[in-house]
């Protein structure tokens, strides 16, 4: 098992944050990938933060968003498409949302449309 498995949302929250509001953009759009995503809403994502939910917590309770299979790139070298564990791709999968989004990539790129 991977060890950003059992890592909380809550310690990585602050570097996606970080990463976004560096390159100029908002917590609001790094919520609102977030929240395309998985499903979960502000109030659960504030929970989340505070409970120390696990990564492996977080995507076992979200609702992964049917085009999320639409996410494709490069993160860390390693193409999201093509990652094997299931869990370790929803991981990916949201480290290039975040990329993205301190890209400045559109919105309506990021969150794909089939």
Same mark, same amino acid.
């Given at each position: 098992? =991977?060890?950003?498995?059992?890592? @909380?949302?809550?310690?990585?929250? /602050? =570097?996606? &944050?970080? $990463?976004?509001?560096? $390159? +100029?953009?908002?917590?609001?759009?790094?919520?609102?990938?977030? @929240?395309?995503?998985?499903?979960?809403?502000? @109030?659960? &994502?504030?929970?989340?933060?505070?409970?120390?939910?696990?990564?492996?917590?977080?995507?076992?309770?979200?609702? *992964?968003? /049917?085009? @999320?299979?639409?996410?494709?790139?490069?993160?860390?070298?390693?193409?999201?498409?093509?990652?094997?564990? /299931? &869990?370790?791709?929803?991981?990916?999968? %949201?480290? %290039? *949302?975040?990329?993205?989004?301190?890209? +400045?990539? $559109?919105?309506?790129?990021? %969150?794909?449309?089939?």
């Amino acid at each position: 098992m =991977h060890r950003v498995f059992t890592t @909380a949302v809550s310690a990585v929250y /602050p =570097h996606y &944050l970080t $990463k976004v509001e560096r $390159k +100029g953009h908002t917590r609001a759009e790094l919520d609102e990938v977030i @929240a395309w995503l998985t499903g979960y809403d502000r @109030a659960d &994502l504030e929970r989340i933060l505070a409970d120390g939910t696990t990564f492996e917590e977080f995507f076992a309770g979200a609702t *992964l968003n /049917p085009n @999320a299979a639409l996410i494709t790139g490069t993160i860390c070298g390693v193409r999201v498409q093509e990652v094997e564990d /299931p &869990l370790m791709q929803k991981i990916r999968y %949201l480290d %290039l *949302l975040v990329d993205e989004v301190a890209r +400045g990539k $559109k919105m309506e790129k990021i %969150l794909r449309q089939a």
